[in-house]
């Protein structure tokens, strides 16, 4: 039983900022990665960031380099991504996502925020 809850979407003008933040809760051994995906009106979702492994390697998507920073606070079970100069392209629903192994030598299982509101006004 693990559960992932987002906050801080909402509306903000071109230019402005937002900071995304997902906490896992439940049984939790070790989680693998964790980021977050998004998906606008009428098209798939995609990956938007991701942070991995104990070193927390991290991974962007390409239209959102030198704007999104995610980060990770290991003892909260929580990552954050801070998004700067947004634009109205990156209006979409944000999910997060987990990879959590939940018990020891047993698989790892994805899992998904309910996703959160991003709206970009030019």
């Known amino acids: 039983q693990v559960q992932l809850v987002e906050s801080g979407g909402g509306l903000v003008q071109a230019g402005g900022s937002l900071r995304l933040s997902c906490a896992a809760s439940g049984s939790i051994f070790r989680i693998n990665a964790m980021g977050w995906y998004r998906q606008a009106p009428g098209k798939q979702r995609e990956l938007v960031a991701l942070?991995?492994?104990?070193?927390?390697?991290?991974t962007y998507a390409g239209s959102v380099k030198g704007r999104f920073t995610i980060s990770r606070d290991n003892a909260k079970n929580t990552v954050y991504m801070q998004m700067n100069s947004l634009k109205p392209e990156d209006t979409a629903v944000y999910y997060c996502?987990?990879?959590?192994?939940?018990?020891?030598?047993?698989?790892?299982?994805?899992?998904w925020g309910q996703g959160t509101q991003v709206t970009v006004s030019s």
């Open positions: 996502y987990a990879q959590i192994q939940v018990v020891v030598a047993r698989p790892t299982y994805q899992y």
């Open positions: 942070i991995v492994g104990g070193e927390g390697s991290t």
